[in-house]
């Protein structure tokens, strides 16, 4: 086994619009700034799983469009392994539609295009690289069908899975035995556990079903309350960090691409989760979802600035 993280999913062109407020149903709200930048859940976690020192392995569809051909040319000079972005004839790449308002708030909408066209085939084709790799890294912007086959593959070859069910969709509890490292927030961990999670008790019960479930860890997440992890093993409360937001959109996927960066370098669970947490109070601070990753020096250098140690050389 090498110390390969393989990311299996998805990635947009994204298209925000940042404005004073979002607007309500019907209305127009003017003097936005635009910006167009590279997104997906698969790709920003590839993209915050690099910057923060992982080798990464992205397999995702792209369109054969100039997005598609431009988000290639993006991974290369990220240093992510692109030998597995396979590119679709005939069909646009996926795109998201993000409005960002005040203190970061965001209504988003996404095409999938070529996202969809990643199949069980595709799995089957990467089966080798699945089977050698330290972790894979899966969210849910992709086919159920590939997903759960892709799920399939790391369970036969014992590979660490992390999967972050976001955005919330539905699946059968049976999968839940297949994921080493479950990532979610408040809406995916109630969604999934059939418990309403409000507070730090209810996501503690919500915790302790999903590991009834089967996951082997459960990392749920609730922003600015900061994230709750729990295993067979320990349980802890990870404190989220005070910073100003200015757009929340990729944080999640910034968190859980560090937090795959982390564990495979020998980290223990709450000290993963300390990192990722750092990695997601930078993200915040900046416009975009791919630009607000940062990389391993600005995390290092952002923990060493907080109160109280920082263990395990920058993890």
């Not at 679709?88 to 996202?115: D, T």
């Amino acid at each position: 086994m090498d110390k390969n993280i393989v990311v299996i999913g998805s990635s947009n062109i994204d298209f925000i619009m940042k404005m004073p407020r979002l607007p309500a149903l019907g209305e127009t709200v003017t003097d936005a700034v635009f910006m167009q930048t590279f997104g997906g859940k698969g790709a920003n976690q590839a993209v915050g799983a690099v910057r923060a020192g992982g080798s990464v392995y992205f397999v995702n569809c792209v369109g054969d469009d100039d997005g598609g051909m431009r988000m290639l040319e993006h991974f290369r000079k990220e240093g992510i392994h692109t030998d597995f972005v396979f590119t679709e004839k005939g069909i646009a790449s996926g795109a998201a539609l993000v409005m960002i308002g005040e203190h970061g708030a965001n209504y988003l909408s996404v095409a999938p295009g070529a996202n969809y066209r990643l199949t069980p085939g595709h799995i089957d084709r990467v089966e080798e690289l699945i089977r050698n790799a330290a972790m894979a890294v899966l969210q849910f912007e992709i086919l159920p069908e590939t997903l759960k086959y892709a799920l399939d593959v790391c369970e036969r070859h014992s590979v660490r899975v992390m999967w972050n069910c976001a955005p919330a969709r539905e699946i059968e509890k049976s999968y839940l035995r297949k994921v080493t490292i479950l990532v979610v927030n408040e809406t995916e961990a109630g969604m999934l556990s059939g418990i309403p999670v409000v507070a730090r008790g209810s996501a503690e019960t919500a915790a302790q079903e999903l590991l009834r479930s089967g996951c082997g860890t459960v990392v749920i997440t609730l922003g600015a309350g900061g994230a709750y992890v729990a295993s067979r093993g320990e349980s802890d409360w990870i404190p989220a960090f005070s910073v100003d937001a200015v757009d929340t959109t990729a944080a999640g996927d910034v968190y859980c691409g560090c937090l795959a960066v982390a564990l495979v370098e020998g980290r223990t669970l709450a000290e993963s989760a300390r990192f990722a947490a750092a990695a997601a109070a930078i993200s915040v601070t900046r416009l975009g979802a791919q630009p607000s990753a940062p990389f391993r020096s600005e995390i290092d250098e952002f923990r060493s600035r907080q109160p109280g140690p920082v263990r395990g050389g920058g993890a």
